[in-house]
């Protein structure tokens, strides 16, 4: 099955450093600074974006250590915040509670808080599925009955079969807060494995269940552990277990997919090592950076210490690895020609007739035909097929990664074989360099098809036999225009391909082996988020949304010439009439001359008068793709507030391949913070907006394209949203993954990338704007800053050193500072990055900062 993802959810003045100097000081500002007043200096002119609040914020005083400076390749730069960086302090928690209390006092001031909650809530409350994908002879699918904290998985026999309950995390947690992370379900349906995160932490609690029970026991080990429940009503060890649970040990499941052998005896995963005594802390709020990935087998009924280590590699302790087990293609039919004192096995293959060992050969089912006087046995339920498992390692972000590959089948006794030894897995290296992206499609024997951007920014679909790994051929060519999203196998020798067009999707039935178009598939411009089948399936499921499209859930019959494509499931939400809404697609023309594309959704026939609240969302990076979907609090905001929302596509997405990617990352960061500033100026300027009605939001690398824009262009917003944001462009890969980040960023070890990072580097470049521009009333625009405690992905100390920064150079250190738009922070409570947060922290938190948007913006409420 491939799950396609909207991919939305796992990331500048110029510098003010010299370049012949070594003693330049950088600082978040100079203390020299302090309570000075500047209210003489404009006692007629008003500021640009009048403070909503009737009386000026009163911040908390967080302590300023000036003796922290730090030399980067000759610059000095200021670090007075550093103390922030601990989650554990006594002094960070108090400033954390100061601002929690700050922030809660503001938004009692927004009227509109409780009615937004109120709305969306209902909006919300409605019946919600995905995709069904199959596995052994049972159908597995996600509901949600609308306010359900987690959406439930649900098995049954059949399509027509009673659906049951067979995982509901909402059962783990009072308060909804345990949630699935992963999933995977063994060859023949007999068992469930999955990853349960606590708090919206990267980390994952692995368990395993036996489907016909559906009974699991409460589990109470740490984050550092894992338990794995093997249940069953008989006595046979693994293939008929006793009742009972077993806890096993994996430390530090982190990263990790997991991915079964086709006997179910046991599955790959991935982990770090086991922390050293001390150093366990509550999941999800540690700092410290993850280094020395590995990949291991579990043996079910076993305990972890048995388990296989598979593959590490400690000279490269920032390589992370992944374990994948082929679904090889299977067999059509078996000839076996009777000799008189041999017998020969052969069999039909997609590409050649093979000549293969008489140990694959097993059946009792055999018609016996004669060919030319020859006896012959056709036999045509007999599957033979090799299993493969394949090694993806990568070191970062990019779209490139090495393989390696395993044959299992040189193993008589499958994974049993490697018990006991000392040895990694003998892999094969395929590729062993980081230039290129490949992702197996499919593979029939020792010939596999992948999705590669070798040579191919915008993908492609090659073919090579691992027999003559030098040899690659085309199977479907990159396209001149579109992106080649997607490719799934299906049907036996087909592919669901799908195409990014100017930001649309396109999807198509094309044949596997030749890579020909063979149907179009009819949808509507949006999304395809997932794309459920395998290549034995000839029924596919396909989910479609777009902004005015909750979902529709399509069954594509490949059976027939032209495939029988109809609605399977459609979500409705009650109350939502889209033909109160328009959406358009529009390109503006950004710094440097490119075309970027900005979708606007509005209420129909809107007047552009430049009255409307607008709302601009961004992210900007890491190949990421922002494509239409459906959210509830975009309706309630444009149906209630008035209110344009807008998305736009700058560079470093994937929107345009990686050619647009590279565009918007390491030295070429800039370009997404001149796409998203012109996409602002040209909602200005054609009336849909105006300064102080706009707000821009973004999350986690989106984050970062908010703090930079907001330091740029102060002048230009009137509000601004950033969700977890990387702010400290200079520090951010000593904490956690974020090494990983700087294939896009780039790292302040190096002298060239420094220079790159602290000219946009959000925590570096806060500066008072009536100071830069004495000549005109600017102050930075109403801005909410948004983190969790459990967010170990983009650690909270950005958030936290930015906010105490901005703080204190655009009010605390001033008597009477022209700064009254305040500033302040959102930080919840057992959240983390985004991931697995129940539906009620969604709609408090959607409440909260679309209610300071509204506020602050002077939105009206229309009933």
């Known amino acids: ?186 060859e023949d349906a007999k068992y469930l494995a999955y990853g349960l995160s606590s708090s919206g932490s990267d980390w994952v609690t692995i368990k395993v269940m036996r489907i016909a029970d559906k009974n699991v026991e409460p589990d109470t080990l740490s984050w550092v552990s894992v338990t794995v429940f093997l249940v069953s009503n008989s006595n046979q060890l693994r293939n008929e277990l006793p009742l009972t649970v077993v806890n096993l040990d994996m430390f530090q499941v982190k990263f990790s997919s997991i991915s079964w052998t086709h006997d179910s005896k046991g599955f790959f995963y991935s ?32 305990d972890q210490s048995e388990d296989i280590l598979c593959w590490r590699d400690p000279e490269n302790p920032k390589y992370l690895f992944g374990g994948s087990v082929t679904d090889d293609g299977k067999v059509h039919f078996i000839v076996i020609a009777l000799e008189l ?61 090495k393989l390696y590959y395993f044959d299992m089948s040189e193993l008589p006794n499958g994974m049993e074989s490697f018990r006991n030894k000392s040895t990694l897995l003998p892999f094969v290296k395929l590729i062993d360099n980081f230039d290129a992206q490949y992702h197996d499609i499919a593979n029939d024997g020792t010939v596999f098809t992948f999705l590669t951007n070798k040579d191919a920014p915008k993908y492609k679909l090659v073919r090579v036999d691992l027999r003559e790994p030098t040899v690659w051929s085309e199977v479907l060519q990159e396209s001149e225009n579109d992106v080649l999203e997607s490719a799934c196998a299906v049907n036996g020798n087909q592919l669901i391909v799908s195409y990014l067009s100017d930001v649309k999707y396109i999807l198509q039935v094309r044949d596997l082996e030749t890579g020909l178009l063979l149907h179009q598939l009819p949808i509507d411009i949006g999304t395809v988020d997932e794309v ?102 975009r309706i309630v905001l444009t149906r209630h507030l008035g209110t344009v929302f807008c998305i736009a596509n700058i560079r470093g997405g994937g929107e345009y391949g990686e050619e647009w990617h590279k565009a918007g990352s390491l030295a070429n960061k800039q370009n997404c913070f001149d796409d998203f500033i012109s996409a602002a100026e040209y909602l200005v300027s054609t009336g849909y907006t105006q300064p102080r009605k706009l707000c821009i ?62 000219k946009y580097s959000p925590l570096h470049n806060v500066r008072r704007p009536w100071e830069q521009q004495p000549d005109k009333s600017i102050q930075y625009p109403s801005t909410m800053l948004l983190t969790a ?34 500033i302040i922070g959102r930080i919840d409570c057992k959240s983390g990055h985004g991931a697995g947060r129940p539906t009620q922290k969604m709609i408090d938190e959607a409440a909260d900062r679309y209610s300071f948007m509204a506020k602050m913006l002077d939105a009206q409420w229309i009933d």
Not at 792 to 821: F, G, I, W
């Open 1 to 186: 099955m491939l799950r396609v993802s909207s991919k939305l959810v796992p990331l500048l003045l110029q510098s003010v450093t010299s370049s012949h100097t070594h003693t330049h000081l950088i600082s978040s500002y100079s203390t020299s600074r302090l309570f000075l007043s500047y209210s003489h200096l404009f006692p007629r002119r008003p500021m640009a974006s009048l403070s909503a609040l009737p009386h000026r914020l009163q911040y908390p005083t967080a302590r300023r250590d000036d003796s922290i400076v730090e030399d980067y390749h000759g610059v000095k730069v200021a670090d007075p915040y550093r103390w922030l960086e601990d989650p554990d302090v006594e002094e960070v928690k108090e400033f954390v509670e100061k601002q929690v209390q700050l922030t809660n006092s503001v938004l009692q001031q927004c009227e509109t808080r409780s009615k937004l909650s109120e709305k969306i809530t209902k909006l919300f409350d409605h019946p919600r599925y995905h995709a069904p994908f199959r596995r052994g002879d049972k159908y597995f699918y996600f509901h949600n009955s609308g306010l359900q904290p987690q959406d439930t998985l649900y098995v049954q026999d059949s399509l027509e079969g009673e659906p049951e309950v067979l995982l509901d995390p909402n059962a783990l947690s009072e308060d909804g807060t345990i949630s699935l992370n992963t999933l995977s379900i063994s």
């Open 271 to 302: 982990r770090y090592p086991a922390p050293k005594d001390g150093e366990v802390v509550d999941a999800g709020t540690e700092t410290n950076s993850n280094l020395y990935h590995e990949l291991y087998y579990h043996f079910l009924g076993t």
């Open 341 to 401: 004192y041999d017998i020969s096995v052969f069999f039909l293959c997609t590409h050649e007739i093979r000549k293969v060992q008489e140990q694959y050969f097993s059946s009792e089912d055999f018609t016996v035909i004669n060919v030319i006087g020859f006896p012959l046995l056709l036999c045509p339920i007999v599957h033979i097929s090799w299993k493969y498992v394949l090694l993806y390692i990568s070191e970062g972000c990019d779209p490139v990664n």
């Open 532 to 633: 459920s089948a395998r290549r034995k399936d000839s029924v596919v499921f396909i989910s479609f949304t777009s902004f005015l499209t909750p979902r529709i859930i399509y069954q594509c019959d490949l059976r027939t010439n032209i495939p029988d494509m109809k609605i399977f499931r459609e979500i409705v939400v009650p109350g939502f009439d889209r033909s109160e809404f328009q959406v358009k697609q529009v390109f503006v023309t950004s710094k440097d001359g490119t075309k970027i594309p900005i979708f606007i959704v509005a209420k129909k026939d809107i007047r552009l008068d430049g009255s409307h609240p607008c709302l601009l969302y961004g992210y900007g990076g890491f190949n990421i793709s922002l494509t239409p979907s459906f959210a509830v609090s």
């Open 697 to 758: 939001e973004g999350g986690s690398n989106g984050g970062l394209l908010i703090g930079a824009c907001i330091n740029q262009r102060p002048d230009l917003f009137g509000c601004a949203l950033a969700h977890v944001g990387v702010m400290d462009m200079l520090r951010f890969h000593k904490f956690t993954i974020g090494h990983a980040w700087t294939t896009d960023y780039g790292c302040s070890d190096k002298e060239k990338e420094f220079h790159w990072l602290i």
């Open 789 to 822: 405690d459990h967010d170990d992905r983009v650690v909270p100390l950005h958030s936290l050193k930015l906010l105490a920064t901005m703080q204190y150079v655009l009010c605390t250190s001033l008597e009477n500072s022209p700064q009254t738009n305040p």
